[in-house]
């Protein structure tokens, strides 16, 4: 199931949840943009479900009609596009593991591992719906994720959606993360904290690393001040995504409205892009 260098890759990323500091992982959606990224000098990349859905011309997040919705197969097509090219650890958005049944999550853990993942998180939110699984299944659905998982370094990041329903609170939220790390996730993943002193607490309280989100909504923007809060990871979700799409449509409307590419001043010349993803596939 995993190989030489997915455990190297494995192994790196799970360090990294140890070390001082913490650490900032940007998120992409096709092998172009996690170049890039991994260019940069950032220690990790992950990927992010909504940016592959919006590059496939799909809605994200809570779908009602699975017709719409980035099946499994389509997103580990893309998954190993991305850890194809990037040497470095990649973590993977597996959303609720697709399926419900904890052995479907399991199952979705080990083709990550296949996929070349250093990692993934599962989150508790229903696909299709607007509450949260409940609390002994989601735990179950963690536990089973981690012993599919055996002995390989892989991390296992739990996320709870709790911030993101419109009666969710503080200790629902702690309660379930510690849970999660109790059946064997190695990070725990909890968007929609919208201050340095409600991120505060939750590194306090919660007792394993802690992964927060930049880019969503009212959530704080300043990477230096939510890792001094005492996080240990920083994502950004589907954010690089949303702006370059932003970005795009900005050019248009500048295109069709003045007859002007101001816009493309910019751009990275085509020589060096050629230059930098040959280099990359040889």
């Known amino acids: 199931m995993a190989d030489d260098r997915q455990r190297t890759t494995a192994a790196a990323f799970k360090a990294l949840h140890a070390a001082p500091g913490g650490f900032v992982m940007p998120n992409a959606w096709d092998a172009g943009s996690a170049f890039i990224l991994a260019q940069a ?45 990037v040497d470095g650890p990649v973590n993977g958005d597996l959303e609720a593991g697709y399926g419900d049944a904890p052995e479907t999550v399991a199952e979705t853990i080990r083709l990550a591992i296949g996929a070349g993942l250093a990692g993934g998180n599962i989150e508790d939110a229903k696909p299709r719906s607007a509450g949260l699984y409940e609390e002994d299944l989601a735990v179950e659905r963690i536990a089973t994720a981690r012993e599919a998982i055996g002995d390989n370094p892989f991390v296992l990041t ?52 802690l992964n927060i989100v930049m880019g969503l909504g009212a959530a704080p923007s300043d990477a230096t001040a939510i890792l001094a809060a005492g996080v240990q990871r920083i994502s950004l979700g589907g954010t690089f995504a949303r702006a370059a799409l932003a970005f795009i449509r900005r050019g248009a409307e500048e295109l069709r409205d003045r007859g002007t590419i101001d816009f493309a001043a910019g751009q990275i010349p085509q020589g060096e892009l050629n230059a930098l993803f040959g280099a990359a596939r040889a």
Do not use: W
């Not at 992010?48 to 590059?55: H, I, K, L, N, R």
């Not at 709870?160 to 009666?167: A, G, R, S, W």
């Not at 968007?191 to 002193?197: F, I, N, Q, V, Y």
């Open 41 to 85: 000098g950032f220690k990790a990349i992950a990927t992010t479900s909504a940016g592959v859905a919006f590059s496939l011309g799909r809605p994200d997040y809570a779908v009602p009609d699975s017709r719409l919705a980035v099946g499994r197969e389509e997103m580990f097509d893309r998954i190993r596009q991305i850890t194809d090219l």
């Open 158 to 209: 739990a996320r709870t959606d709790v911030f993101l329903l419109p009666d969710g609170d503080l200790g629902a939220c702690v309660r379930r993360a510690n849970r999660y790390l109790e059946a064997g996730a190695d990070c725990v993943f909890t968007p929609g904290a919208r201050d340095l002193e409600t991120i505060a607490t939750l590194a306090r309280e919660i007792h394993g690393p």
